[in-house]
Structure formats: structure tokens, C-alpha cells
């Protein structure tokens, strides 16, 4: 009972914020390539243009939801909510923090708790693998998108994105097998701890740096397959919108098409997830607490509150006078709870790891701000040519290393 | 499979319609329809009088309208034999190569934005609002200037001109090597143009393709200095060529090109004349405002320019320009009226069309998008 009522609070809680995270990262991505191509980005609705997701929202909702006359009804309508269901279950095995421990309550006389739980929903003794087969099944979502909207250009997508997302898949496990081997776990919990420590005192004990086999080249080759796990510049051929209009939901409308967004959103999170965990430890810190890193995140935040504090004294839009301000009181708060010693334990874990994934999320943006996209035929060459052998390798000497140092 | 791409489609810039036969990526078969942006131009033009036609010419090749004007201009010039005044043939220049500029910057920012480099297009048009500023300073108006007129120039430069041009030109190059640094040593972007929409030189020659795509493939045409028009000789300036004559190479011509436009516009901008904006013939050009209200016949010539226009000679000229397209030409015939007999206009992007089948045949279709980038084309001038 008492599990049940703990998940029910943790499965609200996650999904609440990462909803809200999903369509704010849509926020951030628009905003960040404005900045990159000398534009404002959305800036109309509520300050900053902070509002526009609820907007979008709102919009995609309200929309009618066309559906045209000659596709395959079932497979049409029970796509997007195949890939977007796809997307989202594997957030449930993501840990984003160490354990956490609920002081006891007392009420009316009666003492609950204790409880001690952890910061994900499942701990799956498997989770690596669950992940890669979630992720392998959403190519079903594009797929069954473009073959059943009857339509040439969707169909060519949704073979194109099949085939990418099915290319991909092998050098992204032989990428992740490898610090599975230093880690010695499937566990995305364990492999997040085997990484705790520091080397001389500073250098992190992370999957990227470990001793005996360091695991950059598997990082990039697993970020390189990410970008085309999630069809994303520059390997959005799936959705070439130049070649092939929109890909595979060109035929969509309404919500069933913000689900196919949903889902793009969701895999880029659940991916840059993934290598935080296992290559970037995790919540592990930068450098020891002995150092300060505690005292990144208030800092952080408190220059934050002051830039802001700073041009809400002196606006450059009226409206700046207000909303500036406002943030800083918040970024202030949440500097101020940071570094509040009964928080640390549970923030900070929380903190680096959204930092890392939001360093990961941010290279996605940047690069799709900045890069062309591959031909087809490159793309398949690529993956089965060049990333293929590179991480058979990586494997191959992580594997003899591990043996070497065992 | 028949993939039926355009009339609709982002990347087929305007209307054109291309009929894919497919076996999967490959292409087997291409067939290009035109056509969807006929507005008979060419028909238009017996209608108006000679002056009036000059805003047609604006709407022929919307994105490089001066070259338009010009040659237009120059046609009609030939047949009254007039002598244009120094200053306004280097304005001309000067324009023409902003002109230039302009419909460079559109192709490259939409040729990037096809194969998915999307900054690139926002940098280009950043510098292109530059130009069409300049360009409404001069005209009043951003795109559709109308402002080289039969006799000169519509109106004379405009106050502060200089600074406005050189603040362009000085900060010009700079942006170029900015689009250079994202563009030219990409591995992507080598990846997805070298090699990719040849055509045989022969081929070019008999389907009648000029400019830019034909000096990628090593051949040094180019109007400005075969036969030089508006005083275009006294320029100091290259012709860039490239043998290779794929995508890439064409990429690269058009960006030489930019600068060598760079070039002549601050040559024209430092060696401008003095002198008058309009040519010295009473009949043709109207006449100064005061000298209207104070002299008996420049009344009557504005009250005759302005009803009925001004009578040219009987007689047939072709003129041809080097738009940024490649060569435009004018091809005017006159039967002694105030209204030109027929006027049939080379569009550059008609010929340059004409190779659509032979440079993607056979390949994927995501060499077609960066094939039909490579030529320019503008449909406008196309379809007429």
C-alpha cells in the first residue's frame, strides 16, 4: 500500500515536470537558435516569450484533428500515441538522484513513515537493455506514421527513418556495451555508482575518464547515434522538410501531430539521460564536495538572479522593469535552498545531473542550429562504415583492458 | 514510383513541378513542368508605353530587378540613340552589382536552408535587408525599384548615399567569410555537393545555359566583359571560373562572385562622376520641375511624356545584360509609336532550366534539391 501511494506521488510528480520540461525544452531550442541567428525567438507571449509553450499548447488542442480520407484509420490514429507512449516509458527507469529518505509524520497520534525511496520510478535490474528496446521500439511509431498516411512522401520518410533508426541501433549498443563491461552492471543505478570517487582528488571517476579503459570515443560514437535515434539534424532525414515536405507526419494534424513532437522531445531527453548516466556520472559531481562543488549551483543561480536584478534596474523593454526582477526573487529562492544544509543531500544530486543533461540537450540545439544534413545513402555509409567498426573496436579493447586490469 | 513534386513544394523556389519517376531513393526519370507562373509579361509590354514598361521588368526576375531595368533600358536607349550621362552609368553599375549581391544572397541562404543548413539562410538575409535598404533609399521601394528609367536614372541619388553604400561594402566581406566558415570546409556540406549535378559542357552549350552555371564548367562568359555595357570597361574586375561544374563548384563561383561585386561597387562608390542622373533629351526625359512651371516648352514636353508618351524610331535591337543569372536579354522591336511593337525577353532561368533532366537523372532525391539549388532558377523569369 505504502509503495503504491510512494510511486502514485513519484509517477505524478515525473511526469508533471517532465511534460512541462518537454514543451519548455521547445521553448529553450527556438530561443537558443533565435539567439544564434541574430532574431528574438518567441518573445510575445508573457515575458521572454515564456508563455508560448502553454500557447502552443493551447493552439494544438483546440485544433481540428483532420483526418484524411485515404489513410488506414487504426494504424493513422494509433501511431503518434505509439511513439509518444514509447518515448515516455523509458523516463520511468531513469534515476536522477541517490536515495532519498521522508522524515516520519506524525498524525493524530499515529506515526507514518519513516520512508526511504528512490529518485526514479523503477530501478530495473536490466534497465539498459529495457531502454534499448523501447527506444527500438518507437521506430514503429514513424514507421506505421508514414506507411499508413498513404501518402509518397510520408512513406519514403518513414522507410528512410526505419532503416536510420534500425542502422543506428548497432553502434549505439556496441557504444553502450562498453562502459557496461567497466561497470559491470545493467543497472543504470549501479553503473551511476560504480562511477562515485575521484581520481588524485580531482579528476572524477566517470565512465569518460575510468581507469582501465576511458570511454570517450564510446561517448561520441553514443552521441553521434543519439542524434539519429531521436532524427535530429543532421540526421533529420525521416522529416527532410526541405526534400520531403514533412517526412512521415506530413499528414497530421492537432495533437496527434505535437505527439510525433512529443516523442522527438522525449527521446532527446531520455537519450541525453542515458549518457549522463553512463557516461558522465550521473549526479556525481564535477569535483569534490572538499573543493566546493556544493557551491556551484547557489553561485550559479545567485549570478543568475543578479544579471537579472541588473537589467530589470536598467530595462531595455519596458516590461523588463517587472518580469527581471521577478526572476531574480526566484532565481535568488532557489539559490538560497541549494545552499540550505538540510536540502544539499537531495538538491545537489539533482542539480548535476540536470546540468549535465542540460549541457547534452544544449549541443543538440547548437548543432542544429549550425550543421547541413547528410544524404541518405552518406548516412547509411556513416553508421555501417565508420561508426560500426569504430565502436566493434572500442569494445574489443575495452574488453581486453577490463580483463587486463581484473 | 511517381513522386509528383511542386507546384507546392519548399524547395522547388516558386512554382515549378517536377514528375520523379522513383525505384525507391534513385531517380530514374525527371520530367520538369513550367509554366504555373505565366503572367504574359512579354504581351504586356505592346500596351504600355516604353516608359510605363520599365516596372514590368521589376516583375520579371523579382529577386534581381535592376539587372532588369537595365537591360530593358539599354534596348530602349539603342533605339533613340541616346547618350547617358557618365554619373548615372556608373550608378547603374554600382546598382546592377548590389543587384547582384541581393540575388546571391537569396540563393545561397535558400540553397543552404535545402540541404539543411538553416543559420546560413538567416545570416544571408540579414545582409540582404542591408542591400533592400539601400535600395529603398534610392527608389522608395524595397523590391520592385523601377529606378533605372529610359534617359538615366528615375530620381537623382539621394542624400547620404556614400556613407550607406560604403558601411555596406566595408562590412561585406567579413559576412562572406562568416558563410565561408559555416559552408565551404563543412564535411557535410562537401559530402552533399561535390560531384553531385554534373552535365557535360557540351550539353550546357546546346540547351542554352549561361552565367554562373556555365563558367562552373570552365567556360569564361560573362556580358560585363564580352561586350561591355554601361561603362562596365572602366571597371577593374574578374570573372571567376571553376572547372568542376558540380554543385559545389558553382557554390563557389557564386561566392567569388560576391566578392568581386564587393569589388566594382567600391570602385564605383570611390571613382563615382559628378554630373546629372538623366540624360539631355527633352523628348524623352521630362523635364526639371522649375523649369517646367517657368519655361514654355518643357511644359509642353512633360504635358506630351506624360499623356502619350515619346515616339522611337522604327527599328528591332537586342541587348543583353549579365544578370546574376546569367545573360538576360531584350529583344525590342519598334514600329515607330509610342508603344514597342514586341518585346521578348531571354529570361536567363529558362535556359538554365532547360539541364533540369540530364543534372539529376539518376541520382537520389536529395541530390535533386541540391541540383535545382545550383541553378538559381527564378520562376518569374521562367514563365514570364
Not at chain 1, 132 to 144: C, E, R
Not at chain 1, 330 to 359: D, E, H, R, S, Y
Not at chain 2, 41 to 53: D, L, M, R, S
Not at chain 2, 138 to 158: D, E, H, N, V
Request: aromatic content about 12%.
Amino acid at each position: 500500500m505504502e509503495f503504491l501511494v510512494i510511486t502514485g506521488v513519484k509517477l505524478a510528480l515525473i511526469l508533471f515536470i517532465f511534460m512541462t520540461a518537454l514543451a519548455y525544452l521547445q521553448w529553450v531550442e527556438r530561443k537558443v537558435i533565435a539567439h544564434v541567428q541574430v532574431r528574438m525567438g518567441p518573445s510575445r507571449v508573457g515575458p521572454h516569450g515564456l508563455l508560448q509553450p502553454l500557447a502552443d499548447v493551447i493552439k494544438l488542442i483546440t485544433k481540428e484533428g483532420v483526418l484524411p480520407p485515404h489513410v488506414n484509420k487504426f494504424y493513422y490514429l494509433a501511431a503518434p500515441f505509439f511513439a509518444v507512449f514509447m518515448a515516455l516509458i523509458s523516463i520511468s527507469i531513469i534515476p536522477f538522484g541517490t536515495d532519498l529518505t521522508i522524515p516520519a509524520i506524525t498524525l493524530g497520534g499515529a506515526t507514518y513513515g519513516p520512508w526511504k525511496t528512490m529518485m526514479e520510478l523503477a530501478d530495473v535490474n536490466v534497465g539498459v537493455l529495457l531502454i534499448l528496446a523501447v527506444s527500438s521500439l518507437g521506430v514503429y511509431g514513424i514507421a506505421l506514421a508514414g506507411w499508413s498516411s498513404n501518402n509518397k512522401y510520408a512513406l519514403l520518410g518513414g522507410l528512410r527513418s526505419s532503416a536510420q533508426m534500425i542502422s543506428y541501433e548497432l553502434p549505439m549498443s556496441l557504444a553502450i556495451a562498453a562502459p557496461l563491461l567497466t561497470a559491470g552492471s545493467l543497472s543504470l543505478r549501479t553503473i551511476a555508482d560504480t562511477q562515485t570517487g575521484f581520481y588524485f582528488g580531482v579528476i572524477p571517476h566517470w565512465a569518460i575518464f575510468q581507469f582501465p579503459a576511458p570511454q570517450i570515443f564510446s561517448f561520441i560514437i553514443f552521441m553521434i547515434a543519439a542524434f539519429a535515434e531521436t532524427n535530429r539534424i543532421p540526421f533529420d532525414l525521416p522529416e527532410a522538410e526541405n526534400e520531403l515536405v514533412a517526412g512521415f507526419h506530413v499528414e497530421y494534424s492537432s495533437m496527434s501531430f505535437a505527439a510525433f513532437f512529443m516523442a522527438e522531445y522525449a527521446n532527446m531527453v531520455t537519450v541525453c539521460s542515458v549518457a549522463t548516466i553512463l557516461y558522465l556520472g550521473g549526479w556525481q559531481p564535477l569535483f569534490p564536495a572538499s573543493l566546493g562543488s556544493d557551491l556551484i549551483a547557489p553561485l550559479l543561480l545567485a549570478g543568475c538572479g543578479a544579471i537579472c536584478l541588473y537589467h530589470g534596474l536598467h530595462p531595455a523593454r519596458p516590461f523588463d522593469r517587472i518580469t527581471l526582477p521577478v526572476f531574480a526573487v526566484v532565481f535568488f529562492g532557489l539559490a538560497g535552498l541549494m545552499a540550505f544544509p538540510p536540502t544539499i543531500p537531495i538538491l545537489m544530486p539533482i542539480f548535476w545531473f540536470l546540468a549535465k543533461l542540460l549541457f547534452l540537450l544544449f549541443l543538440f540545439v547548437w548543432i542544429r542550429a549550425t550543421l547541413p544534413r547528410f544524404r541518405y545513402d552518406q548516412l547509411m555509409g556513416f553508421a555501417w562504415k565508420f561508426l560500426f567498426p569504430v565502436a566493434l573496436l572500442n569494445l574489443l579493447i575495452t574488453g581486453f583492458l577490463v580483463a587486463l586490469a581484473s | 514510383m511517381v513522386l509528383n513534386m511542386g507546384p507546392q513544394h519548399p524547395s522547388t523556389h516558386g512554382v515549378l513541378r517536377l514528375l520523379l519517376e522513383l525505384d525507391g531513393e534513385t531517380l530514374l526519370k525527371a520530367v520538369p513542368d513550367i509554366g504555373f507562373l505565366h503572367t504574359g509579361i512579354e504581351k504586356e509590354f505592346e500596351v504600355k508605353t516604353y516608359q510605363q514598361g520599365v516596372t514590368l521588368t521589376d516583375r520579371i526576375d523579382y529577386l534581381a530587378p535592376l539587372s532588369n531595368n537595365l537591360v530593358y533600358c539599354l534596348a530602349a536607349e539603342k533605339l533613340l540613340g541616346l547618350e547617358i550621362p557618365e554619373h548615372a552609368q556608373w550608378m547603374r553599375v554600382m546598382l546592377a552589382e548590389l543587384t547582384r549581391l541581393n540575388s546571391h544572397l537569396v540563393w545561397l541562404a535558400t540553397h543552404a536552408i535545402d540541404i539543411g543548413a538553416m543559420s546560413v539562410f538567416l545570416y544571408c538575409f540579414r545582409e540582404r535587408e542591408e542591400i533592400l535598404r539601400i535600395f529603398e533609399m534610392f527608389s522608395g521601394q524595397r523590391m520592385m525599384t523601377s529606378y533605372f528609367r529610359i534617359g538615366g536614372l528615375a530620381l537623382p541619388a539621394p542624400r547620404g548615399w556614400q556613407k550607406k553604400v560604403k558601411d555596406f561594402i566595408d562590412i561585406f566581406p567579413e559576412k562572406i567569410d562568416q558563410y565561408e566558415n559555416l559552408l565551404t570546409n563543412n564535411q557535410i556540406w562537401i559530402g552533399r555537393t561535390k560531384g553531385v549535378g554534373y552535365i557535360s559542357l557540351e550539353d550546357m552549350l546546346d540547351l542554352g545555359v549561361t552565367g554562373p552555371m556555365l563558367r562552373a564548367a570552365g567556360l569564361k562568359i560573362d556580358a560585363r566583359k564580352d561586350s561591355p555595357y554601361s561603362s562596365y570597361e572602366k571597371f577593374d574586375f574578374e570573372v571567376p571560373t571553376r572547372t568542376e561544374n558540380d554543385v559545389y563548384a558553382r557554390y563557389l563561383l557564386r561566392v567569388e562572385e560576391m566578392r568581386q561585386s564587393t569589388k566594382i561597387i567600391r570602385q564605383a562608390l570611390e571613382g563615382m562622376p559628378s554630373g546629372s542622373h538623366q540624360a539631355d533629351a527633352p523628348g524623352v526625359v521630362l523635364p526639371d520641375r522649375e523649369k517646367m512651371k517657368t519655361q514654355m516648352e518643357s511644359l509642353i514636353y512633360h504635358f506630351k511624356i506624360v499623356t502619350e508618351g515619346f515616339r522611337v524610331p522604327e527599328g528591332e535591337v537586342y541587348q543583353a545584360v549579365e544578370s546574376p543569372r546569367g545573360e538576360v536579354g531584350c529583344y525590342m522591336v519598334s514600329d515607330g509609336t509610342q508603344k514597342p511593337f514586341r518585346v521578348h525577353w531571354r529570361g536567363p532561368s529558362f535556359g538554365n532550366l532547360q539541364c533540369t533532366g540530364k543534372l539529376i537523372e539518376g541520382t537520389l532525391i536529395a541530390d535533386v534539391i541540391a541540383a535545382l539549388g545550383s541553378m538559381d532558377f527564378v520562376l518569374g523569369d521562367t514563365d514570364r
